[in-house]
């Protein structure tokens, strides 16, 4: 059964460690991620954006997918089914297909909106048992014209967000989407620090963990970080397993067209990533 993050977070916070938010396009993925986390025995979250839900057909969809295959695949560590990056509006849907954790990213909209819509949405997710990961401070992404530096957070305006009662909170370190441009200045811990004396026990998220170097996420993880989103690094993996495939003629040996020949080093490959992410992040052992 799918679980809300809030206690999985919390005790990933009071141990030091992070439970890594993985995101998902379809069915390989989902199944590459939720048996690495058995295997593993780590706690996990199942990430998915607007556009993958709508690439999967629909929130609904997902959660069929994800509930079927848990019962299925007998896996028992916590779970929690999560929209990334949502809107208001998509943050209602998912609330209404069965999601067990949303994110409203109301860090566009000026700061009483993002409080005025992070409040109404605390109202329906404490009700329901979910939970709710609000940012502040834009994490963009290299191709919205990022260069060098992300985003920092005011440290302030988390404390007033996370005030509101959400579960988890994610705050622009410096941090971004995608792969990280050769004249990134890395992440900014004096804001990290700073967001952490005014929030306490919040658990921390960061985005854009494909490309952070092991000993900066670590680091970020001392500072109060207890979620962190992979997503690229997953992709980047899938294709060049697939790609490799491909190049040495293996979908034209035999039945090596067959799809689930095809996609299998890909499968195989997100399977590694994900390994090594759990073990970096510490949250390998932790669901026992
Ligand atoms: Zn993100």
Redesign the pocket.
């Known amino acids: 059964m799918l679980v809300s993050a809030k206690d999985m977070l919390q005790k990933a916070k009071a141990g030091k460690y992070a439970v890594g938010q993985f995101n998902i396009n379809n069915l390989e993925w989902t199944k590459a991620i939720l048996l690495t986390a058995q295997e593993l025995k780590s706690p996990v979250i199942l990430g998915v954006s607007e556009g993958a839900g709508k690439y999967m057909t629909g929130y609904k969809t997902v959660v069929g997918m994800v509930n079927g295959m848990m019962e299925e695949l007998n896996i028992t560590v916590p779970v929690a089914l999560h929209l990334?990056?949502g809107s208001y509006e998509g943050c209602l849907k998912c609330i209404e297909a069965g999601f067990s954790s949303i994110m409203f990213d109301g860090s566009h909209y000026p700061i009483e909106e993002n409080v005025a819509k992070t409040t109404e949405l605390v109202k329906i997710v404490s009700e329901k048992g979910m939970s709710l990961e609000a940012e502040v401070g834009s994490?963009g992404g290299e191709e919205d014209g990022v260069i060098g530096k992300g985003e920092c957070a005011d440290p302030n305006e988390c404390k007033a967000i996370a005030d509101l009662g959400v579960t988890m909170l994610a705050a622009g370190i410096g941090n971004i989407?995608g792969k990280y441009p050769d004249n990134w200045e890395g992440l900014s811990f004096e804001t990290l620090d700073a967001v952490q004396q005014l929030t306490g026990d919040m658990p921390l998220v960061l985005?854009?963990g494909t490309g952070i170097p092991a000993d900066m996420i670590k680091k970020a993880i001392s500072l109060g970080v207890a979620k962190i989103?992979v997503n690229t690094e997953c992709q980047l993996a899938f294709a060049e397993a697939t790609r490799k495939y491909i190049e040495e003629g293996k979908d034209q040996q035999g039945k090596g067209f067959d799809p689930r020949k095809l996609l299998a080093p890909g499968f195989e490959a997100i399977k590694a990533t994900v390994k090594e992410k759990m073990e970096l992040f510490g949250s390998i052992g932790k669901a026992e």
């Open positions: 990334d990056h994490i989407h985005h854009g989103n």
